[in-house]
């Protein structure tokens, strides 16, 4: 919503702090700008590998019950 503003606090290393100030020279742009920029990129694709995990997680377990089972028949 347009407007709509939330104050957030992050804590940052050392090293990320200064990426973000040498990029935040070299493009012109406030760090505020870029880490909301991150933010809106990296989240989509945070999400999709967040999915990913949980879909190897549980084809790793069927696997696994699988091969329980195969051996406690043999």
């Given at each position: ?19 973000i100030g040498e ?39 069927r696997k696994l ?10």
């Open positions: 919503m347009a407007g709509d503003n939330r104050h957030l606090q992050l804590r940052l290393s050392k090293e990320l702090r200064k990426e990029l935040s020279l070299s493009l012109g742009m406030t760090a505020s700008d870029i880490i909301r920029g991150a933010l809106f990129f990296g989240l989509p694709i945070f999400a999709q590998m967040a999915e990913i995990q949980r879909e190897t997680g549980k084809r790793l377990i019950k699988m091969e329980s089972r195969l051996r406690s028949g043999a």
